[in-house]
């Protein structure tokens, strides 16, 4: 059988090209041999944004934009968070089984709480909504980025917990670390991130587009010296090529008389062609609203078909059914 990967993504506003390469391509590849379970984490962004018009908008956005880019509902077990309310319930269940003190360890919450976010406790039991989210679904593995590693150790140590107390009812997720991709680094040479205004939406326009990448930060080496390779404008064009392109993007710094502003400028046409095909899918989606709801009720019957399933199994080795 197929192992059971399960990813969620947060909708906190527009997708980027570091979301794009950090994630979502590699869950696009794995829908081929793989049973990819998916969803559009919106119960999660309540902890950030607390403004009705704003998390509808970046709800359905996101789920629109994963479908333009190759998320596959009829393959893929694909739906948004909150159209399968039963993994509030379990979440509830788990709590009793999430210590405090692991919960205060939490490097996640204190950095939000750093940043300016409420200590309010749904930011405090993010990492328990987050072990429903996986647990709900026997998930076989989780493949996340650096950042998550802690909330999925304290998914696995809840698990653990429980099946001592109740039997093999969770199954116990692996824990997947992609280290084949450095931190993919925004206009401004930090980590890419939506909190920092320096990313390249996938689906912005041209304007957007090209301004960010104006933006970019160089050096400022002369016409006639070669360039560094160890810079934002190289790793961020680097992105798009495969491995032959890359060495003669690398030859081509290391000769002199090259011009940054003649590199940004072939790397805004080659953003926009490379999402091209997506960018026209996205327009008949956001056209074709029946379709979109069609494909959301779709996510949703499936998903919730299994939740049920396990919940039933956890109230009824519990004691609550
Ligand atoms: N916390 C994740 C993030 O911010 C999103 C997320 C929510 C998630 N639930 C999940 C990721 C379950 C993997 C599995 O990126």
């Not at 997708?15 to 794995?30: A, K, T």
């Not at 970046?58 to 893929?76: V, W």
């Not at 006639?224 to 392109?245: A, C, G, Q, V, W």
């Amino acid at each position: 059988m197929n192992k059971r990967i399960l990813s969620g993504v947060q909708p906190s506003g527009q997708l980027h090209i570091g979301n794009y390469f950090g994630m979502i391509d590699r869950m696009i590849s794995l829908q081929s041999n793989s049973d990819l379970f998916c969803f559009v984490a919106n119960y999660h962004s309540l902890t950030s944004i607390n403004n009705k018009d704003e998390l509808e908008k970046n709800t359905s956005e996101a789920f629109i934009d994963l479908l333009a880019l190759g998320i596959n509902p009829e393959k893929s077990t694909f739906w948004i968070q909150s159209h399968v309310p039963e993994v509030t319930e379990l979440a509830w269940i788990l709590s009793n089984f999430s210590s405090v003190g692991l919960m205060q360890r939490s490097t996640s919450y204190k950095d939000k709480i750093a940043n300016g976010l409420k200590p309010n406790m749904g930011l405090f039991s993010y990492p328990i909504l987050m072990a429903s989210d996986i647990l709900l679904f026997n998930a076989d593995v989780v493949p996340v980025g650096k950042d998550q590693k802690q909330h999925l150790e304290m998914t696995r140590d809840i698990a653990i917990k429980f099946n001592n107390f109740f039997g093999d009812i969770f199954t116990i997720p692996e824990i997947e670390i992609d280290n084949t991709n450095d931190i993919i680094i925004g206009v401004d040479n930090q980590k890419m991130s939506k909190s920092y205004n320096n990313t390249i939406p996938i689906f912005g326009d041209h304007d957007t587009i090209n301004n960010q990448v104006m933006n970019i930060v160089t050096d400022s080496a002369g016409l006639n010296e070669p360039k560094d390779t160890n810079t934002p404008l190289f790793k961020i064009y680097s992105l798009f090529l495969d491995i032959e392109s890359k060495k003669e993007l690398h030859d081509r710094y290391n000769t002199p008389g090259l011009k940054y502003m003649e590199v940004k400028k072939e790397l805004v046409d080659i953003i926009i062609n490379y999402f091209a095909d997506q960018r026209s899918r996205k327009n008949e989606l956001l056209s074709n609203k029946d379709e979109v709801n069609e494909l959301m009720n779709l996510g949703k019957l499936k998903a919730q078909n299994i939740a049920r399933e396990t919940l039933s199994h956890v109230k009824r080795a519990t004691g609550l059914l």
